[in-house]
């Protein structure tokens, strides 16, 4: 007993390289760093590829012949598949940690804490988590509905929840997250823009009233964005000095029109950074944007190639047609000689993936001090990558204002439409039709990650129709392929069903407390 | 002693003539007396100084002298009785000679009988538990790395396989199947008292491997745990015993579940000094290289790939339009595989004198890999030491420095350099004109492999151990038969990584800015043990009572720094990069284990034993405010030995020996990472600053994993004591075993690596091992003499028991992104059994393709994503006229039925021989190097040959699908189409020795030289098609056993060398 009693000191271990929960939580700015890791560690697995193999591969906005990211390209994407996997997990890695904030956060925090910093902080998690599953219940329809993982921790296999089940509780919980986050004006002083507020929960819901063909509801919450003047067109009437080229380079992170975007870090882990340098642009040996050994993985189709008008400024930062000049951005010449600016090569000598075309968005090049930010050891940059900007939300609005109808000329609608075209140097339009939001939509948004969500809104019907008659092939061959009804959802991956068979079984509804 | 007495002698009658006339004057002169001269000399003619000379039945008492020469007056009928320490003792009958030479013979029973047990030494005689003992002679002639390799087929019931063929490489070693499914089955090692976890991947300290940044099978850094015995000269062992039975490890409680490995390394004896030498060379190639397509058949294979995966013809590649007349191309194996030389020299020296004995040796091992870049470089220096200080005090110290040297290779890896150098297209020359190292040269190539010849010699990849290892003890002699021994030990290792990356242009394949890696790490381990003893003998009753305590500390640490934006590749440090970009990473922890323990042995009349034994542990894994910290272990075992009983006095002759022993015990398993009790945070950074997040799913409750075993054992001898035989029965069942909750994504995000949370240690389920081990040794007597050893083990491995609603599915990385479930783990069933889809041929017809089950929702057609005739028909396990994710099924076992090892030497005068097979018979491979050579679904990498059978219209006897262009198309998913037969048998030694006749050697002052010839793995019989059948875990992991993803192929050795004794 002399010996047991002796032995308590000796045999207590407590962590010495890592922060014990109990512990932590004593002020308002370990409140604040709460949620940090949120904005980028979680997303990784999500937006390194699988955002791209899905949504744009998926929605014939990119061409890739690369094995790893190309089965959406003929719609025979199947549970085996690594990147699924990937995708499924860091959404899920964000449902937890939010979890873990919204049911804990509170009887955690020290006294010195103030309510106000922690009722921001649960915001945020509630933010998360309904973005999370906004994409979860888009992209795999049915999945289960956890508000506490702990609930399941010794019971792992639970049914699915039906899909509007899922809504139900997103637009709770950016309800929630619209009344505990703090109010926000966007500014040019960058730094401070990074977190999301009030007027991204309510952006964001606005978008899934959308999606829920909630017309009025999103119509408004898109006129509560816009009339906050929380956010601004870069290059618009507000922020003239920019341009939409702007919006995808490294200094322009957390602009005034960036309403929610991943933010990249180059800390020294795998899995921080932003690897769309790598994997679009041009990469031979002849000149290379990239700062990896490869690259050039996505491509633009050759659907997209004729998506622009000629005037349209959009096109040339979207899209690297051959004989484009870029003056800021660095390449190297020959595999050896840095060079600033550059003209794209001929559609032979573009190589990657065939495309004849490379993609402009998000390349910055190879790295170029404060231009680009550094790099990682995996070639990985700092540029944020946009869930949701404010043109995104202007189209929303004037989408919600036809609410249906066959067109409209309603001045808000035409407002807010017209903008977007303005900036873009096009013509204001007097009217408009959902095609044309639809087609406006593409340009403005194409290769961020949003026309496979699109397509999955209009009657199916006409999404097969559309997708079927795409060129999927690259510039030697015309290739076609036709998805089916049931490629509009994902496969569950099959490392889950083993876990939990009863993902495959009928959805349940669930019951809200 | 005897040598001292000796000196003392002739130095008090300072020469010969007085001493004569001393032992003259000493002598009763009552019979007629003759002077008896002559040399005594050991069975290697090595003369043997102090050896005890008297005439039997007097006080006559002389000593040899340093030359080992004796002279004696003794009576022409008298006897003569030659004695001394370690050999048999010889009567000579004078018969009136006045010389007598005498070879002793070493007293090897008495050597061998000494057996280590867990804080002591037994008789093997009196062992009621069962123990295997490996001596110096079983394992002299394996020219093998590290002693953990050494034990392959030497005892019964200890399955040992190497993990790479990497010099240092880490070897599974699983005594009696596998006890858990914790990550790592390894036993515990005693070295000279210290313990030492054989866990090569530290799971219960860091979990870092010494030259990585993890040990996942999804990472690219594949199978990278390197050996945690590589510091120890195998040179230096005396003995290792492995302590099998649950009743003979429970003394070691907490850490005995896997079994114990009792090292005991070589010490000084009386006498002389004796200085040796070891020395030799070898030569190690691979034995097999695959057959892959050379550049003519690969440009006709990539011909046809291209035509189906759409290319239209006029896009071929133009440089392929006749393949027919272009060469071979580059032959990837040839270029990366070399021949190996190594060179090892030690020297040792040890003596002793009556009251101190030493052992001192140094050794260096210079080894390079076969693999082009790969090497290890080890300098090992040992002190032993034993002195009596006092009459009733002894004391010693055992040191230990091994400081090693590796040149690291990735192998088991998509990435790794087997599966470059196997799928590397042969169209790409490994330099250009230029010198430089050549790479594709266009991205289109899809340049997923990397020219393996200039990652061999560009990157450098550099991990140096320092380990010291020590132990020092004091036992005193307190009252009659009562002992106090108190032991110090401490073991720690410095481990530098240097890992760095060259900018490099190999082609396309550019690196812009060298990148560098520097790991640091540490830990040391004290270990504190006090231990009384009490031996007590009454009338036929003999007792020992040991009663001990023991505490055990450990504490690691390491950093990491990654650097880039280097302006040149050389040379390069941390301090010559962009320090903007240089990040630096640590980590520290510590453990502790505290433990109180009894045990009483004891012996009736030398025909009942009993031993008993009582240990309590205290684990800083588990939650310090309950009781779950505490485990007990206790222990029984009995034995009877028949053959002492009277009436079996009349069978000794054919019959001896016989003994039957009866144990049980309970152990206990650890070995998990620190605080899975407690909920911790793990920084987790954005562009918006550092943060924490948790990264675990905390666990209270998770505590001590047991295990109970029953030991059923006899043993016996035959044929005049010439065959003995050894049988052992054993039933083993863990419960409470410690494995991760394998969760669902949904629950963990992936886990923590990424934002999410881990998911905890739990005490999930229970196994059984049932099984047998038998050794049976037989050995002739006289001048030809021949000595085999047959160790035979069967275990049966099955899971009873796992918390409702897991699944033990494990994954490994095919292509450096996409993890691949290939093993599961069933109620019922072995763990780790291989889990795929059992494929039932090809779809020959169109009515097959038809009425067969629908594919993975693909419809029948010639499209991507559609299933034609000559894909894979898979069978509808579940019968719900369907193919998909639930159709999967076991499909190979990687248990062997049994392992086997057979040893054989034999001598006839200055020759000897040995010959040792080591084999595996009933286990299965999963080849996933077949599988990546023959996919067909990619341009641009090169196949085996195997691939260019692909299924046509034309060609439909084959069993190679038609090729799709995508690398998650149903046909390449893992099936039985990759499981093959794994049995082998090896011949793993052959060594022909001559040592030089002593009358010759002697002129030089040598008392043995001995030469050798020794050839290594010398031939497989396997029908297994990959490498090597031979594939062992993945970083030890048990539930990833078999499966063959490019792993590191054991070479073939040839060997010369030479022992020296003067």
């Known amino acids: 007993m002399v010996f047991a009693s002796c032995s308590d000191e000796f045999t207590n271990r407590p962590p010495e390289d890592a922060l014990s929960l109990d512990a932590y939580y004593a002020t ?17 697995q999500f937006a390194n590829k699988f955002f791209y193999a899905v949504t744009e591969v998926g929605s014939g906005n990119m061409y890739s012949a690369s094995s790893d990211v190309s089965a959406m390209r003929n719609f025979s994407l199947n549970g085996s598949d690594a990147e699924l996997n990937n995708g499924w997990a860091s959404l899920w890695a964000n449902v937890q940690q939010a979890n873990l904030i919204i049911n804990f956060l509170e009887d955690r925090v020290g006294p010195g804490v103030s309510p106000a910093v922690l009722q921001n902080t649960i915001g945020e998690a509630y933010f998360m988590r309904a973005t999370a599953y906004f994409y979860l219940v888009r992209l795999w329809g049915n999945v289960p509905i956890i508000e506490n993982p702990l609930d399941y921790i010794n019971e792992p296999q639970i049914n699915t929840n039906r899909i509007e089940d899922v809504y139900r509780l997103i637009e709770m919980d950016y309800q929630m997250a619209i009344e505990k986050l703090n109010a926000k004006i966007r500014t040019s002083n960058y730094t401070d823009n990074g977190h999301v507020s009030k007027g991204s929960a309510k952006a964001m819901l606005a978008k899934v009233f959308l999606y829920e063909k909630k017309y009025p509801e999103a119509k408004a919450m898109a006129e509560e964005v816009i009339n906050s003047n929380e956010f601004k067109l870069l290059g618009g009437s507000m922020v003239p000095d920019k341009d939409f080229g702007d919006l995808f ?19 020294g882990n795998y899995g921080s950074a932003n690897n769309a340098n790598t994997q679009f642009g041009i990469s031979t040996a002849a000149v290379t944007t990239s700062n990896a050994s490869y690259g050039g993985v996505f491509a633009p189709s050759q659907d997209v190639i004729d998506l622009y008008d000629s005037g349209d400024i959009r096109k040339h930062e979207t899209i690297m047609f051959p004989g484009d000049t870029y003056p800021t951005i660095k390449v190297l010449v020959n595999g050896t000689t840095p060079q600033i600016g550059f003209t794209v090569p001929s559609a032979a000598e573009i190589g990657g993936q065939g495309a004849g075309v490379a993609i402009k968005k998000y390349c910055i090049g190879i790295v170029n001090g404060n231009e680009t930010g550094p790099i990682d050891a995996w070639a990985m940059m700092q540029n944020n990558t946009y869930i949701m900007r404010y043109a995104d939300l202007l189209l929303i609005h004037a989408e919600a204002t036809l609410a249906g109808g066959a067109s409209t000329s309603d001045s808000g609608a035409l407002t807010s439409f017209n903008a977007v075209r303005q900036r873009a140097g096009l013509t204001p339009m007097t009217s408009i039709t959902f095609d044309d939001i639809f087609l406006e939509r593409r340009r403005e948004l194409c290769f961020e990650g949003d026309f496979w969500f699109d397509l999955g809104r209009i009657p199916r019907a006409q999404a097969i129709a559309f997708m079927g008659a795409q060129n999927r092939g690259n510039q030697f061959a015309e290739e076609h392929f036709t998805p089916n009804e049931d490629d509009f959802y994902l496969d569950y991956p099959d490392n889950e069903v083993s876990k939990n068979p009863k993902l495959l079984d009928e959805p349940v509804p669930y019951t809200f407390d | 002693m005897g040598n001292t007495l000796h000196e003392l002698t002739k130095w008090c009658t300072k020469g010969k003539t007085l001493f004569y006339l001393l032992l003259f004057c000493c002598t009763a002169p009552l019979y007629a007396q003759t002077t008896v001269n002559g040399v005594v000399a050991d069975e290697k003619g090595m003369t043997i100084p102090g050896v005890n000379v008297f005439v039997k039945g007097t006080q006559n008492v002389v000593v040899t002298d340093l030359e080992g020469q004796y002279r004696i007056e003794a009576p022409a009928d008298a006897v003569l009785v030659y004695s001394f320490i370690g050999f048999v003792t010889q009567e000579v009958d004078v018969k009136g000679r006045t010389q007598i030479n005498l070879t002793l013979k070493e007293d090897t029973a008495a050597i061998e009988e000494v057996v280590v047990i867990g804080y002591g030494t037994q008789r093997r005689d009196d062992i009621n538990s069962s123990v295997s003992s490996i001596r110096t002679k079983d394992i002299e002639n394996l020219k093998q790395t590290t002693v953990d390799q050494m034990i392959q087929g030497k005892a019964s019931g200890v399955t040992v396989t190497n993990n790479s063929g990497a010099p240092g490489g880490a070897v599974s070693i699983h005594v009696r199947g596998t006890t858990s499914i914790t990550g790592t089955n390894e036993p515990l090692y005693i070295i000279d008292g210290v313990p030492v976890s054989g866990d090569a991947t530290g799971k219960s300290m860091s979990g870092r491997p010494a030259g990585s940044n993890d040990f996942s099978s999804s990472g690219g850094a594949g199978n990278n745990a390197v050996s945690p015995l590589s510091m120890i000269n195998p040179n230096d062992i005396q003995s290792i015993d492995i302590l099998k039975d649950a009743s003979a490890t429970a003394i070691y409680g907490s850490r005995g579940a896997n079994g114990v490995i009792i090292i005991t390394t070589k010490s000084g004896k009386k006498g002389t000094g004796k200085l040796s030498y070891e020395g030799y060379t070898s030569a190690a190639t691979i034995y097999k290289q695959l057959d892959v397509l050379n550049l003519s058949q690969y440009a006709r294979q990539q011909n046809a790939l291209s035509l189906l995966f759409g290319v239209p013809a006029e896009q071929l590649r133009p440089e392929f339009a006749h393949p027919e007349l272009l060469g071979k191309g580059t032959d990837w194996q040839d270029e990366v595989y070399r021949t190996a030389i190594t060179q090892s020299h030690q020297l040792a020296f040890s003596g002793g004198s009556d009251n101190t004995s030493y052992y001192i040796s140094g050794g260096f091992l210079d080894q390079q890999g076969t693999l082009l870049g790969s090497g290890y470089k080890r300098y090992t220096m040992r002190l032993n030491l034993d002195s009596k200080v006092k009459d009733w005090l002894k004391v010693g110290a055992n040191i230990n420095t091994g400081i090693t040297n590796e040149i690291l290779t990735i192998n088991q890896s998509y990435g790794g350099l087997i599966s470059n150098t196997l799928l590397q297209s042969p169209d790409i020359p490994v330099r250009n004109s230029d010198g430089s190292f050549a790479g594709p040269l266009d991205n289109s190539m899809n340049a997923t492999y990397f020219n393996p010849v200039a990652e061999a010699l560009s990157k450098d990849n550099t991990l140096i151990r320092k380990n010291f290892l020590g132990n020092v003890y004091a036992e005193a002699d307190i009252a009659k038969g009562l002992k106090y021994r108190v032991e110090l030990g401490a073991n720690t290792e410095f481990s530098e990584n240097t890992d760095f990356t060259p900018a490099y242009n190999w082609g396309v394949q550019v690196n812009q800015s060298a990148d560098l890696t520097e790991r640091r790490q540490n830990w040391y381990s004290i270990n504190l043990k006090n231990l009384l003893t009490y031996d007590k ?37 941390l301090n010559l990069a962009d320090p903007a970009q240089t990040k630096a990473s640590s980590y520290r922890g510590s453990a502790a284990l505290y433990s109180l323990f009894a045990r009483l042995i004891y012996d009736f009349d030398g025909k009942y034993s009993l031993s008993a034994s009582y240990r309590g542990d205290r684990s800083s894994k588990f939650d310090p405010t309950t ?3 505490w485990g007990y272990f206790p222990a029984v075992a009995v034995s009877w030995k028949l053959s002492n009983e009277p009436f079996m006095e009349n069978t000794r002759k054919y019959i001896d020996n016989i003994k039957f022993r009866l144990g049980y015990g309970e152990t206990g398993n650890q070995q998990i990472p620190n605080n899975q009790y407690s909920a911790t945070l793990q920084q987790q950074n954005s562009g918006l600053g550092a943060g924490f997040l948790p990264n675990i799913f905390p666990n209270p409750d998770v ?3 047991s295990m109970e075993q029953t030991n059923l054992g006899l043993d016996f001898t035959l044929l005049d004591s010439r065959l003995s035989v050894n049988l052992d029965v054993y039933n083993k069942k863990s419960s409470g075993f410690l494995f991760p909750v394998p969760l669902p994504a949904y629950l963990t995000g992936g886990g923590g690596q990424y934002g999410g949370l881990n998911p905890p240690y739990s005490n999930l389920g229970a196994m059984e091992n049932k099984g047998y081990d038998i050794t049976l040794n037989y050995g002739t007597k006289g001048e030809f003499n021949w000595n085999s050893t047959l160790v035979f083990s069967h275990y049966q491995n099955k899971l009873l028991e796992l918390q409702d609603g897991l699944n033990l599915v494990q994954s490994v990385n095919f292509n450096g992104y996409q993890p691949y479930d290939v093993t599961n783990t069933l109620v019922g069933q072995p763990i780790g059994m291989f889990y795929g889809y059992v494929a039932e041929g090809l779809f020959q017809t169109q009515d097959q393709l038809n009425s067969a089950p629908l594919q993975f929702g693909q419809s029948v057609g010639t499209g991507a994503g559609q299933t034609s005739l000559g894909d894979v028909k898979y069978k509808d396990i579940n019968g719900d006229n369907k193919i998909d994710a639930t159709d999967r099924t076991l499909i190979g076992n990687p248990h062997p039925d049994f392992t086997y090892g057979f040893t054989n030497n034999f001598r006839y005068k200055n020759f000897d021989l040995s010959i040792f097979m080591q084999g595996s018979y009933g286990n299965d491979i999963m080849n996933l190097t077949y599988r990546n050579g023959t996919s067909n679904a990619q341009l641009y990498q090169n196949a085996l040959t195997d691939a260019a059978n692909f299924w046509t219209p034309e060609n439909t006897n084959t069993n190679i699908p038609r090729p799709v262009g995508s690398t998650s198309n149903p046909n390449v998913q893992v099936s039985t189409r990759y499981v093959e037969d794994g049995s082998y048998l090896r011949i793993q030694n052959l060594t022909l020795g001559y040592s030089l006749p002593f009358d010759v050697i002697n002129k030089v002052k040598l008392t043995r030289v001995r030469l050798y010839g020794s050839v290594q793995n010398l031939h497989t019989f396997t029908k297994y098609s990959g490498y090597d059948p031979e594939i062992g875990s993945f970083n030890q992991n048990v539930l990833l056993t078999g499966i063959d993803n490019g792993r590191y192929p054991s070479p073939r050795t040839f060997s010369v060398g030479i022992n020296v004794e003067f």
């Open chain 2, 627 to 629: 009781d779950n910290q």
């Open chain 2, 537 to 573: 003998k009454f009338g036929k009753h003999s007792f020992t009572i040991l009663a001990g305590q023991e505490a055990n500390d450990s504490h690691w640490e390491g950093i990491s720094a990654t650097a880039t934006g280097f302006q040149s590749n050389s040379p390069f440090g």
């Open chain 2, 703 to 705: 505590t001590w994993e």
């Open chain 1, 28 to 44: 308002d700015a370990q409140v604040v760093a709460a949620t940090n890791g949120m904005y980028s560690r979680t997303w990784f």
């Open chain 1, 249 to 267: 380079t490294y200094p322009n992170n957390n602009n005034e029109e960036s309403i929610f975007a991943i933010q990249w870090i180059t800390d």
